[in-house]
């Protein structure tokens, strides 16, 4: 029997997904349709909502999850007249916050993603790693607040990004090729900036499943070659004290978070 | 007077940010030092974190507040030892979803974004997005579930990456110019894909100073050009019955979730 939960905000519903997500994947045997609803920001549109609850709900002869964060009293109580569990992120902790912190909540909506001076520093960051990616240019890396390097097809271009999107962080990243590995040493646009390095390594079978999907057969997505690469780009990292992550069981929000951990990295949001 | 609040989890600490944030926006009389503890998945770690928060209290001389997303019972209960008002956003909903499921919760860690199918989903569109960006290549948008369009500097590469990096979306984007503008007419590899189409827009005033930036007292970042462009590009999308944003004053998350919200684009997770 299939459940049916509800993401429900009167924002983006990122929050609410976020905290659904991780509170249902703690129960991995029930089956679910999971359905997000961002801007529910009117008490008409909260109407529709509960009738579409409660048609899952006769559907499924199961009451719906419903995880939501909508700020607004009035739409939240009509949200809660549907046929679904309510789980309410938002009220279930304003009244004890108000208390600790002895203020009354704003009521205002959406505050969290909304336009800041942190809307500058994310576009900027993200220009960045769009113009430093793949080695492309190395002649500003004193600009970079990090430079990822590894192997191709390692994942450092959606790591850079998703620190870009996400904290606002300058990220580069170099690849190193196998006239790098060969030469032994750390390439000469790196050498300078030591301090900012980070590696990325992976499992070799990951490794050549992701190239061959780019270029299937070729040399370049052999066996032989990406071993070859994983062993020098990891004895570099080591011998020269880059610190480093294996990608291979992490999302990029993982490795972001460890790069975070590790690095003395100072994130601007 | 300054509060602390921490947001601390057992994995990225990215749950425990964004509901911490999205309460505390709620508060924005209180001035906060904000920091997230990511990872704290040992006893010895929850210690150490005890003393920061103790130490925080002292300084402050207020409790620190801590939301947790902490899994671990025994490194709930650690924490929670600390001299700081703890909001516990699992376990508070946690008995209650197990009861209205009537099962267990697993009590395993970080499930949300671990690597799972999803993985290569998101890859593809990160380089989708990539791959396609300004209208570089026009050729795979048959591929595409979505194409942003709209003038230069409208934030159409930062919502693709960010629709490719959140939900699995193939986002293509490609820029009007002067010479499109002129035709009065939709540029033709955009002709066949109309249902893809979603157009940006900006207020003018705020698309000269992002010009600016990049090429100062340029004709391209004139007040005249910019006008006369957005003028031009917003007859457009009437014309053609393109649903579009005023990007303006929202973030990537919110174009993106507005854009979900209108197009009948299928995400991938």
Known sequence: MKRTAFFVSDGTGITAEAIGHSLLSQFDKIELQMTTKPYINTVEKAQQLVQQVNEAAEKDGLRPLVFETIVNQEISNTLKQCNGFIINIFSTFLSSLEAELDTKATGSVGKTHSISNSYVDRIDAINFALDN???????????ADI???????????????????????????????????ESRKLPEPLRDHKRK???????????????????????????AQCQYEIQEVEALFQREN?????????????????????????RRF
Chains 1, 2 share one sequence.
Not at 158 to 171: H, T, V, W
Request: some cysteine; hydrophobic content about 35%.
């Open 133 to 143: 990616d793949d080695g492309s240019r190395t002649r500003f890396y004193d600009r």
């Open 147 to 181: 430079i990822l390097i590894g192997a191709s097809r390692t994942g450092k271009t959606p790591s850079c990004l998703y620190m870009a999107m996400q904290y606002g962080i300058r990220a580069a990243n170099y690849p190193l090729t196998e006239d790098d590995l």
């Open 197 to 223: 390095l980070f590696g990325l390594t992976i499992d070799v079978d990951r490794l050549v499943a992701i190239r061959n999907e780019r270029r299937s057969n070729s040399k370049y997505a052999s066996y």
């Open 242 to 266: 880059i610190p480093f992550v294996n990608s291979t069981h992490f999302s990029v929000e993982e490795i972001a978070a460890k790069i975070l951990a590790t690095q003395n990295v100072t």
